[in-house]
Every structure is written in structure tokens, then in C-alpha cells.
């Protein structure tokens, strides 16, 4: 067993003028008051710091509590022992403070210390305030998540923000300042995203949208409906991406927005692709150069303080008379809410279409896209390489329900074998569905 004991502050072993113990008729040690009897804590459990050798640490009971005080040395010793150890004044260290030195070991991209802060600042410390790690209990993991609930936070942003904190205790049980994690305890759900069906909109929508925007930002329609960018893609989009040739698009980058400062990074998970190019895309995008020119664009790469990129641009701002985000380091670039606020929902309702905020952003131009390609025989892994998925099996999780059925191709298999009675309908060869 590992060292430790427990001192009786109030009573000790009497001994005689040579430092002997005084032993009563019975053999035991014959008892004495303290200078300390009565005052303060009685019992002091004292053991050795398995994580700093020479250095002795301590935790004091009351009287009428030798029995919880010889429980604890136990605890101490069996952890020890075992490798699970936790220094008890260890998780006094404020949450924030903690946080501050985890994220020194997190990614450094801008874009995700940004992500990071400002969930931290908007959806954790305003909780926690500056409470320890040791004060984050299952109950008080429980009243968090309910105060987000109670804030109308999206079920998939408390999600986000679940996994983010979980990640931080998860580090702290590492660091042996708690013992466990309380996110991970079994009375814990973490927050569970509403699975949606994808509904792609219908030509129609995408026509009448199309026809509704501002004559300069109509080609977002074809880039998003057409070749799947996404928004962000398509503002940092190229005329030398294009290949003209071999009919493709090159999805080399997007603009990203570090606070107030933009800056190119590569397309969502550092992935780039090439995208097929119909005929009909590439002709909007020549016309659409036909009458915008490109603007050269130098920012930064990937973060404010990156190497200097320069691009020439399809779309820019410059000009347009839209608009009132305006300043030096915008003047010619969109940011995507602001788009959203001065362009695309205006639009709807130019067309007399109803913008719902959860299925009429431009990300429902890829899920049009997306399910047209499927509908017209791509198969899922060329879908996922053109949306720039990292795996097919997230594609499919997506857009299972709107892959065409196979079910008139195994019919028409099984009446080779098994010929019907009835002439089969027209619709049942292949390539007529």
C-alpha cells in the first residue's frame, strides 16, 4: 500500500523525559491533549505527492469523521497505486484558465481558433463563468445544457458546443486535475441534431430565383446549381479555374473571413476538387465574362498574417449600388451573411418566393445539384468527390433517399427469366424512367 497516515491534531501519544511512549496497564500508548485541542479540523490525512517527490500534501477532517478520513487515505492510496491519481486541490484551477492553455495545444488555423472563441465566449463562460473544473458536476453539466435549450441555441450548434467542452474536461481527466469527465456520465445525452430530409427545390424555385437576382450575381445560380459550389467557393472562384477544354472546374479555394479581415483558404476540409462542367454552366460563366471582367484580388493565405495570394476574381462587388456593408478592407468582397441580407433574400422576394432560413440559404443549390446528378446516374462516390465530401458514406447518410430506385431494373431482370403473361409498360425499359 502506498504511504500516508493520519494525524490527531487534538490528542497525541504521552512521552517520558527520554522521548519514550508511555504505555498504560494495558500496553497502549497513553493519550494527551494537544496545544491544538479543539481548534479547527481534528483529524489531518497527510500522504506523499506521487508528482512531486519531497513534497507532502494534506486534507483535513473534522472531529467525529475518522472514519470518512480513513476512507479518503484509502482512496488516495488505491489511485496511486493504480495510476489514476488526482491531486484534490488540482481542479480548483478556473475553467477559463485552463482553457487558456488547452487551446495553446488545438489547431492554430484563424478560422478555427476564431470558431473556438466564439463559442467559448458566447455559449461557455457566460455559464460558467469563472468557476473551477472541479464545479462542473454532472448536475451542473445538466443545468448548462438546459440553459443553452432555454437561449433557443439550434439543436446542432449545442451539439458543437457540447463536443467542444467535452473535449476540454476529456483533456483535463488527462491532465489529472478531475477525475472524470461529466459529459461522459451515462445521465448525459449529448444534444441530438434534428435529421432532416433533404427536399431539393424544384426547377421551377430555380428559375424564378435566377430571373429574380441582380443581373451581376445571377451566375451564382448555374455555379451553385450546376457544379455544386458552395457559397463561399464561388466568391473566391476563378476564371483560371475553368477549363474549357476537358469541360471542368477546378474548386482551388474559398474566402474566408478572419473577424474583419479576409483571406483565401482552400474549399471546406482543405479539400480541392474538379468538377464536371455542363455545356450550359460553362456558357453562363463565358457570358457572365462577357460583361463583368475579373478584379485582381491579393489576400492573405489563410490567416491575416499569411502569404500574400493573388487571384484574378469571377465576382466582386465593386460598383454594384448595392448594399451597406461597405469599408476599406470589404469595399470589393462579400462576406456571406452580408449576401444573404442584401442580395439573396431580397430576391426571393422579388420572385415571390418565401424564404425560410433553414432550407433557402445557397446551400440548397448543392443539394439541387447534388440530387440531379444522382437522378441522373452519378453514382454516390463521383457525387462525394464532386461536392468535396470526405467520405461517401457522409454523401450517402445525405442523399439516400433520392437515389434513383433500382426497383424497375431488378423487375426487368427477373422477367428475362420469368416471362410475364402481360406486356411489361414502356416506362419499365431501361433509360425511359
Known sequence: ????????????????????????????????????????????????????????????????????????????????LSGVYVDPDAGKITLRSYVAGWLKGQSQDAHTVQTNKRRLNAQIYPFFKEGSLESITVAVARNWLAW?????????YRAHIFDLLSAILSAAVEDKLIRSNPLRNKSIKRPKPEVRKIVPWSEVKIKKLHLALPHRYQVVVPLGAGAALRQMEVFGLSPDDIDRDALELHVNRQI?????????????????????????????????????????????????????ITARLLIDKTNDGIGQFRGPLTNNLWRGGHFLDEVWKPAFKAAGL?????????????????????????????????????????????????MPSSHKRARLASNKVFQPRRPTAATDEPGTA
Open 1 to 80: 500500500m502506498a504511504a500516508g497516515h493520519i494525524q490527531d491534531r487534538w490528542w497525541r501519544d504521552k512521552r517520558d523525559e527520554n522521548d519514550n511512549v508511555i504505555l498504560n496497564a494495558k500496553g497502549k500508548p497513553v493519550r494527551e491533549k494537544t496545544d491544538l485541542h479543539g481548534k479547527g479540523l481534528r483529524y489531518k490525512v497527510r500522504w506523499p505527492d506521487p508528482n512531486n517527490p519531497g513534497k507532502e500534501l494534506s486534507e483535513s477532517f473534522a472531529d467525529g469523521k475518522l472514519t470518512r478520513a480513513k476512507n479518503f487515505l484509502a482512496t488516495v492510496q488505491t489511485d496511486v
Open 148 to 156: 443553452m435549450k432555454g437561449n433557443k441555441i439550434t439543436e446542432a
Open 256 to 308: 474566408r473571413w478572419i473577424d474583419s479581415r479576409p483571406v483565401f483558404a482552400p474549399p471546406k476540409g482543405g479539400k480541392t476538387r474538379v468538377v464536371p462542367l455542363g455545356e450550359g454552366v460553362l456558357d453562363a460563366l463565358i457570358d457572365y465574362m462577357d460583361g463583368y471582367e475579373p478584379v485582381r484580388v491579393t489576400l492573405p493565405w489563410l490567416e491575416p498574417t499569411g502569404k500574400p
Open 354 to 402: 418565401e424564404y425560410t432560413n433553414r432550407r433557402d440559404g445557397m446551400h440548397a443549390l448543392r443539394h439541387f445539384c447534388a440530387s440531379n446528378w444522382l437522378a441522373q446516374g452519378s453514382s454516390i462516390k463521383e457525387v462525394s468527390d464532386y461536392l468535396g465530401h470526405h467520405d461517401p458514406g457522409y454523401t450517402l447518410r445525405i442523399y439516400t433517399h433520392l
